[in-house]
């Protein structure tokens, strides 16, 4: 699905919109008559800009509930840095007045307003008959028909508003080669504020909403012209010049919308600074091949997690085989222990026997004191040592004790077998009762390197990919084209005019109409 808008340029154009509008006070939003001089007292925030003398425009317009412009009025500061006790002013503003001081001016053969500001601010206002740089269409919807503001008050059912927003402003400069026109890079923020008792079901288009309980506060944002002067396809990456609200409606009423328009984001831009072309190219390239090399990585991650749980079904038959054969032997262990030990025990009788008739008097044998029993004879009868009498004894006894001795090996190695095979076995029955917790965590890895793989290659389409072919191809354009579009900006610094040696900055705040039911 194409994507509406990129977050990570929204959230920093909105950053930097929302630092450049902090500070501005509304004032004759409710009434545009007789004491606008207490009620205008602009505080706009002024950049830090190595200048003399700086303007600070603020436009309020005036408009109906379709945006049809009623009225215009225009707020100036002059910020006399140097404490400059005449400052010659041009504007195209007429009923001009000093909202803030006793200051006053004439004209001089150049229609340049003179001020005798004795070393301070000058602010005044005016009004002026002029084409607005943007101009705001706003449409009402109800259930799918148009609808006039006056028809829909007090109407109930799906409603859609959507402020359309025309960029009047541009320069022809030169992009490679070709005259171009680039519009002025305004950034535009719609707000309003909607009572949940008839508003619910709200959304909104290019914005956020925030909802206190009982109002929701609707706030969208626009970008008109700017995706020509970027000259990026819309197809590709679509920067949005309209801002829609849709929601269920109960009793339909609505209160002043507001609208601030300013070119103040593109204007914090360093020229001189965007040469990222190179770096750009590389990180790109190095991007793509980084993800490629991962999505590979991630595919035969799962490819071989699949392969090993294959295999484990046969590990598991094998476990299966190799338990039942355990268990069969060990079955047996207990009889060939006791058949084992009841040889033992006939081999020590009958060795009891022939020591006894050989005249021999010890203890009886058993199968922990044979060899301590037989090895004392041996010693007694060593110390005699007779020929005739002693040494044929010595003799049916060692060969009894060798006997014993080997039969004891035997026996000891049994014991050991039969120990070993039940040992294994226990282990084997444990093994065998692990498996399905092997096979299962087999089976979750295998599922989970699927999800990562699947998960890459979407990041790659929707994410990467897309970078890539909005910028891979003509990066250097594309740079140019940034370059031109706040050189632009930065040569737009006022609506009601400005001399020569004068800086500046101007925003435009646009009020419709509030829709009631009369």
């Not at 190695?413 to 399905?436: E, F, H, Q, R, W």
């Not at 050189?487 to 609506?495: E, G, I, L, N, Q």
Request: aromatic letters at 6%.
């Amino acid at each position: 699905m194409k994507k509406k808008f990129s977050k990570l340029i929204a959230l920093m154009l909105c950053t930097m919109l929302v630092f450049s509008i902090v500070g501005v006070s509304i004032y004759a939003m409710n009434s545009d008559k007789g004491d606008q001089k207490e009620k205008s007292n602009t505080t706009a925030v002024v950049s830090e800009i190595n200048t003399e003398i700086f303007k600070d425009e603020t436009v309020y317009v005036m408009a109906g509930a379709q945006g049809e412009i009623k009225k215009i009025i225009v707020s100036d500061w002059i910020k006399n840095v140097l404490e400059n006790n005449s400052i010659s002013d041009k504007s195209e503003l007429s009923d001009i007045e000093n909202i803030k001081g006793e200051e006053t001016y004439t004209l001089n053969s150049d229609n340049m307003n003179v001020w005798d500001a004795q070393g301070n601010d000058i602010y005044y206002q005016g009004v002026i008959e002029k084409e607005l740089p943007v101009d705001m269409n706003v449409t009402y919807t109800l259930n799918g028909n148009s609808i006039s503001p006056a028809e829909l008050a007090g109407k109930s059912g799906k409603i859609t508003i959507r402020f359309e927003y025309k960029n009047n402003q541009y320069k022809t400069v030169e992009i490679n080669g070709k005259q171009e026109k680039i519009y002025v890079p305004f950034a535009i923020l719609t707000g309003m504020l909607l009572d949940n008792d008839v508003f619910t079901n709200i959304n909104v288009s290019n914005g956020r909403l925030i909802n206190d309980g009982n109002h929701t506060t609707v706030v969208g944002i626009a970008f008109p012209g700017l995706q020509s002067n970027l000259n990026i396809s819309a197809d590709k990456f679509e920067i949005p010049e309209y801002v829609e609200i849709m929601a269920d409606v109960n009793n339909f009423e609505i209160m002043n919308t507001m609208t601030i328009v300013t070119n103040e984001v593109f204007n914090h831009l360093d020229t001189e600074k965007i040469n990222f072309q190179d770096n750009l190219n590389d990180s790109l390239c190095n991007l793509n091949s980084a993800m490629s090399s991962l999505m590979d990585g991630s595919s035969q991650l799962y490819d071989g997690l699949c392969t090993l749980l294959e295999k484990s079904s046969k590990l598991v038959e094998s476990i299966n085989q190799l338990a039942g054969g355990l268990n069969e032997l060990t079955s047996n262990n207990d009889t060939l222990n006791a058949g084992s030990k009841n040889v033992f025990d006939s081999l020590l009788a009958m060795a009891d026997e022939q020591l006894n008739s050989a005249g021999l008097t010890v203890p009886k044998l058993t199968i922990n004191n044979y060899a301590e029993v037989i090895n004392g004879v041996l010693a007694s009868l060593n110390a005699v040592n007779t020929e005739s009498q002693a040494q044929p004894a010595i003799m049916k006894i060692s060969a009894l004790k060798a006997q014993l001795d080997s039969y004891n090996e035997f026996y000891i190695g049994l014991n050991k077998y039969t120990a070993g095979v039940s040992n294994i076995k226990d282990g084997a029955l444990k093994l065998k009762n692990s498996v399905p917790s092997l096979t299962d965590g087999i089976t979750e890895l295998r599922d989970g390197a699927m999800k990562l793989s699947a998960g890459l290659k979407e990041f790659n389409e929707e994410g990467i990919q897309k970078l890539v072919n909005v910028m891979g191809g003509d990066i250097g354009s594309l740079t140019v084209r940034i370059k031109a579009t706040a050189d632009v900006s930065k040569d737009y610094k006022s609506f009601a005019g400005i001399s020569d040696d004068m800086d500046g900055q101007v925003k435009f705040i646009y009020r419709t109409e509030e829709i009631k039911v009369k």
